[in-house]
Structure formats: C-alpha cells, structure tokens
C-alpha cells in the first residue's frame, strides 16, 4: 500500500523559505514511469498545483510558481521535497504531496493526508 | 489562468444521483480526456475517484462515473449514500503552462 505523509514547520516568517518533506512508504520513489509532486489549498479556495518531479529530474510547474519553487528527490531516504521562498501571507495553505503517474495521464492517484502551513511574523 | 469552474455546493437524498459540473476551455477540459476528480474528506487525504474523463481506479464504487461534452466535465453519483458527504474536486491538464489545473471545488450534502 502506497502511503505518503507530510512533514515541516506549521509557521514561517514572511520572506523565508518554507521547506516540507515527503516521505514515501510501500513504493520506491525511484521506480520508473512515476512524478512525485506538490498541491497546496489555500483557506477558503480550491486547490493548487505547485510542481511535480521525476528522478531523472525532469520537473513540471505552475508558471504561477515556478520562479519561486524547488522540488527535489532523495532517493536513498526515499522521500521528496518542497522549498518555496520568499513566502508571503498569500503562501497560507495545506499543503499536500502526492504520485502521478508518467504517460500523459495527469492524474494523481495517491495523496497524504496534507500539511498546514502558515505564514504569519 | 483561471480555474476550472464548479458548483460550490449540491445536495441530494439518499439513493438519489447528483451531478457535479466543471466548467472549463478549448485549452484543458475540451481538448484533452483527461479530467480527473477527487473525493476529499476534511482532515483526510484526497482520493482519486475518476482518472481520464471516465475511468474507475479499482475498488472505487460503480455508483460513480464521469463524462464530458464539449468544454465541461461532469461527476455523476448515483445512489447517494451518507458516506458521499464531501467535497469533490476536478483536475484536467491545460496545454495553457503544460500542467493541471484544478476546479475550486463543490460541497456535497446528502440531506
């Protein structure tokens, strides 16, 4: 059973960088034909894609992010990571990590169960 | 680029059957079959529930189905049950950024 969880700070300063992990368990991240990714939920919206990863480094982003996004793979711990800087109140959110697989068919088919994140001084 | 557009709330009684639209454009939900919807309970993590416009991911009910018509997807339920009481979110990728979007989601109160 694929399984993934979120972990991090539940409060960052405005303008530092918010840094979450994902740790992966009952799959290997490393495994071919899968991204690994981030979604955000911001209070009172819809969600948000942030970005996803394959570990070959290939990467995907909301252009909305991307300047601002780093996603990154650790295979030998076999968990992911999010940084994204210079994080504003409008960076309040839950943040989820999840698995889409490669193919052309974007869709992700395991979620964890989210984070929640708030920037505040 | 905007959103997809779905209703924010619907209800309906037991057995009964809903349907949730999302709205979307020529760039992402009327180009591409490859909408996708997610079942949320609060506190819990999202569960896909339609992948590519109508596809039910194994051990998903057969009370649930999806189809599009032009720019607009849509999530039926059928044989509401207590247990569909949730919030329900669609997705489709957008040739508009080469990523997805997501809908802002749509309440489901089973009376």
């Known amino acids: 059973q694929v399984q993934l969880q979120e972990s991090g700070p539940g409060l960052v300063r405005p303008s530092e960088t918010l840094s979450l992990t994902c740790g992966v368990s009952g799959f290997s991240i490393s495994t071919d034909y899968y991204y690994w990714g981030w979604i955000r939920q911001s209070p009172g919206k819809g969600l948000e894609g942030i970005g996803i990863?394959?570990?070959?480094?290939?990467?995907y982003y909301n252009p909305s992010l991307k300047s601002r996004v780093t996603i990154s793979l650790d295979t030998s711990k076999n968990q992911f990571s999010l940084n994204l800087k210079s994080v504003t109140a409008a960076d309040t959110a839950v943040y989820y990590c999840?698995?889409?697989?490669?193919?052309?068919?974007?869709?992700?088919?395991?979620w964890g169960q989210g984070t929640r994140v708030t920037v505040s001084s | 680029q905007s959103a997809l557009t779905q209703p924010a709330s619907v209800s309906g009684s037991p057995g009964q059957s809903i349907t949730i639209s999302c709205n979307g454009s020529?760039?992402?939900?009327?180009?591409?079959?490859?909408v996708s919807w997610y079942q949320h309970h609060p506190g819990k993590a999202p569960k896909l529930i339609i992948s590519e416009g109508s596809k039910r991911p194994s051990g998903v009910s057969d009370r649930f189905s999806g189809s599009k018509s032009g720019n607009t997807a849509s999530l039926t339920i059928s044989g509401l049950q207590a247990e569909d009481e949730a919030d329900y979110y669609c997705c489709s990728y957008t040739s508009s950024n080469t990523f997805v979007l997501f809908g802002g989601g749509t309440t489901l109160t089973v009376l």
């Open positions: 999840a698995r889409l697989p490669d193919g052309g068919v974007w869709f992700f088919d395991y």
């Open positions: 990863m394959y570990h070959n480094g290939r990467a």
């Open positions: 020529s760039s992402d939900v009327g180009i591409y079959n490859l």
